[in-house]
């Protein structure tokens, strides 16, 4: 997970310590860890939401962080289509709104005229995309047996 870019699958069966595992090599990265809570109601609202918060807390502040995601945590599966997306390009479409933008502009904007790049919109824009990828490390835990998994 330190690798620029690092992701993880880890396959066993529940109690095989896979959640554990990402614990302790998040500890010992001393990176941040960012699981999401399934709760009665939670619908893809509250999921994009909980994504939007991981990318407005954690990446846009360059932070260094674990997404630690379970199989028994998928309920829909446009959310493993959210999470394919963050794996692929860095975003999840719809998911920043107009309010958050000036957030990004003003943390993002720096990093264009780091790079000597014009601090358009979409210049900021792609380089709070470059954060996401650099800072968000998505670890997915699944059981070979799951439905989730097949």
Same mark, same amino acid.
């Given at each position: ?21 990402? +614990? ?27 994504? +939007?918060?991981? %990318? ?10 674990? %997404? ?81 998994? +097949?």
């Amino acid at each position: 997970i330190r690798q620029p870019g690092g992701n993880a699958l880890l396959l066993g069966v529940g109690g095989s310590g896979r959640s554990s595992l990402t +614990r302790l090599a998040v500890h010992m990265a001393e990176y941040d860890l960012y699981q999401i809570e399934i709760s009665k109601g939670y619908d893809r609202n509250k999921w994009h939401e909980n994504l +939007r918060e991981m %990318f407005m807390t954690k990446a846009l502040k360059n932070i260094p962080t674990v %997404f630690l995601y379970s199989d028994t945590q998928i309920l829909m599966e446009s959310m493993l289509e959210d999470v394919n997306n963050i794996l692929n390009s860095g975003e999840v479409p719809n998911l920043i709104q107009k309010e958050d933008m000036e957030d990004i502009y003003k943390e993002c904007k720096n990093d264009c005229l780091d790079k000597e790049i014009e601090p358009t919109p979409l210049n900021v824009y792609a380089q709070f995309i470059i954060r996401v990828r650099k800072n968000i490390h998505v670890v997915m835990c699944m059981s070979p047996g799951s439905e989730q998994f +097949r």
